[in-house]
């Protein structure tokens, strides 16, 4: 979807995101879902602290009604200056910066380091090879444990994906990359650790950590979604807490 029509949508994406939630329509169906996991992730790990996020395609921000906002220094980043607007009306303290990450990173953020980078519903819009491109890009931008969070149109595997499209002939596709996780981790460096959770049929969460700082096992946030415990997977075996 190019920078126009966001441009365009942006005073009626919240209310067109809403609808295909109510409706259970592709492709924002687990909006909430898939923000809410992401939120508490994020929350249960403040531990009174504050903690800095930078979010790529902040959008309109609904994500940040979620968390306190004096547990985070928040940045992020749009290409629309109509959704950072909206943005900006919700999260007044952040900082937010309009820039096309197809030309790298904006200067304003050179040389920092972010406990959480979040990326959700935007690289439904990229090809695969920028996904891979934007993972080892952001690298240096994890601080010591830091996490980045994917949450996407995204298949486990490539069943699944032919699956659901051959179930339902009728989605409307249009000009969205429907990506599979199991591509990404085949050509992910192994200096990552990758975990997955299916949120729906085609809605997935990853978190890239660094190997040997993986925290997964120690995530009480899972204890909240017994529905989809059994559903994360790991590229590492886990580990037992002490």
Do not use: C
Not at 197 to 222: A, C, F, H, R
């Amino acid at each position: 979807m190019s920078n126009k029509i966001y441009d365009d949508l942006a005073k009626r994406f919240d209310q067109m995101v809403k609808d295909d939630i109510e409706n259970f329509r592709f492709p924002y169906s687990e909006y909430n879902l898939l923000h809410e996991i992401i939120a508490e992730y994020i929350s249960d790990r403040l531990n009174g602290k504050q903690v800095k996020i930078l979010d790529i395609g902040i959008g309109t921000a609904s994500l940040y009604e979620r968390i306190i906002p004096e547990g985070i220094d928040l940045t992020g980043i749009d290409n629309s200056e109509p959704m950072l607007e909206i943005a900006r009306l919700r999260v007044p303290e952040a900082r937010l910066i309009n820039h096309n990450i197809k030309k790298g990173l904006p200067e304003d953020i050179k040389g920092e380091t972010f406990d959480f980078i979040v990326v959700s519903y935007l690289f439904m819009h990229f090809d695969f090879e920028f996904i891979i491109y934007f993972i080892e890009l952001f690298r240096q931008y994890l601080a010591p444990f830091g996490k980045l969070l994917i949450g996407d149109i995204l298949f486990f595997n490539e069943d699944n994906k032919l699956r659901f499209l051959k179930e339902n002939p009728d989605v409307a596709i249009n000009d969205l990359n429907l990506h599979v996780y199991q591509d990404v981790l085949e050509r992910i460096d192994d200096i990552y650790d990758l975990s997955y959770m299916e949120i729906n049929s085609y809605t997935g969460l990853i978190i890239v950590e660094k190997m040997y700082q993986n925290s997964l096992q120690y995530d009480e946030t899972l204890v909240k979604y017994n529905e989809n415990t059994e559903k994360w997977k790991s590229t590492q075996p886990e580990k037992k807490s002490e």
